[in-house]
């Protein structure tokens, strides 16, 4: 039986004013329907915001610590409820159990993290010039915030939005991704029974177009923090732009993976292949280049394919290694680039077709090689298990053909090299650097975001630096 769903309004669980509903199927059985959402409109986006409106300033004045202990508890319900959330996540979303496993379990963390970190939300002191005088800044929250989020990793990443911004001390409206909204309606219904006032969160499901870009447009709302495709990012910012609102934008990538001649081939082999297929290659960091030094190329080709085609593919609740794409327009658009690969001339050396295994939105693992820098595959975000070999002959080809995309948001490179290592953190262009790590995967106390069409580079979220988006300082001169 799927599980109904209302929106969260002011304290209270609501059905949308259309009376429409819309419903989520499981991506490894699209027959089977997950969950029924409310189809919501531009009006429940407005009463959501006034509802946040209203909270805003009570929240505000609430001590730091208070919030905290609210997101701690909040850390702890969703603890109690990991295989719940851990399942539903694989049913909705596609991931396999560990991996979305791993996922709840980082948005316990965050939740945790944050909720002793609201008690450093203060400011900072400096010496004043004059005698018998102060001088220090205070740090007030932004007012209503805006959280609008994907659906590739639907706990996680309204987790690390939510987190901080009631840390600070913001009231805030949000909307999931309607691919796969059910996980973060779990972490509203948490912070309802941990006892967080009414009205400090609301979250309305429905249309991007219209619940998204009300919260965007909204007088009330004073920061944006949207995560999401860098098409619909580019129209976020120029939504929010007349207002001059608080904006933070984190979108796609088109990550590389350099491998060099001193390296392991072994390690860059899982290196890249892990960061290529997990999540179904379903992750703004996946690996979707490996830039290979011409002395390693056949055998890390050989090596890679190999790995590919080790992989089980299936239901992530049956022990797959690897789960479906999240939906058949997402299967589809993985199928029109390998046949953009294959009419570019790039070489098809595994995979490429709707995998056996099942009616689900099961692909191969695919892997290209003989891939030049201009190829489509080589230059447009997949977000699918797809990666492209492209062969390099030095260091500096290598990080020309790294940085040759629009996108700049993580990076990777195989080597045993301290200087070309060095060298690499210097000049690629990414917001994450990885030295003989995969391209995937970022702890929640340092900061994440990109660089170039990857992100506005305005404020990187996770660790102090989530903290920052979410509060504006005042410069304080006491004369006494
Ligand atoms: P998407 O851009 O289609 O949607 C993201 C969210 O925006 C959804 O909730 C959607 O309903 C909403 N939306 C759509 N139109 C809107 C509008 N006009 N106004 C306001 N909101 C609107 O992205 P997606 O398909 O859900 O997610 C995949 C994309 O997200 C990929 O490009 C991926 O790289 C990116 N992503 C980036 C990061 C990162 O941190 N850089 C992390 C995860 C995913």
Redesign the pocket.
Known sequence: MPTEYSNYVDGKWTESRTGNVFETSNPAHPGETVGVYQQSSEADAEAAVEAAAAAAPEWANTPGPARGKILTETASILSDRADELTETLVREEGKTKPEASGEVQRAIDIFAYYGAKAADVGGTVKAPSGRDSRLYTVNEPVGVAAL??????PIA?PAWKLAPALAAGNAVVT????LAPAVAIGIVEALESAGLPDGVVNLVTG???SV??TF?THEAVDAVS????????N??YGQAAPDQKRVQL????KNPAIVMPSADVDEAVEIAATGAFGVTGQA?TATSRAIVHEDVYDEFVEGVVSYGEGLSIGDGLEGADMGPHVSESELEGTLDYVDAGRREGATLETGGERADAGEGYFVEPTIFSDVSSEMRIAQE?I?GPVLAVIPVSDFDEAVAVANDVEYG?SASIVTNDHREANRFVDEIEAGVVKINEKTTGLELHVP?G?MKA??SETYREQGDAGLDFFTISKTVYDNY
């Open positions: 609008i989020t994907p659906w590739n990793y990443i909307k999931p991704a309607s249309p991007g177009s998204g870009s965007v949207f995560t999401g495709s860098t098409k619909v990012g129209t976020v984190e979108l796609g990538g703004c975000e977000f948001l994440f990109g990857s992100s």
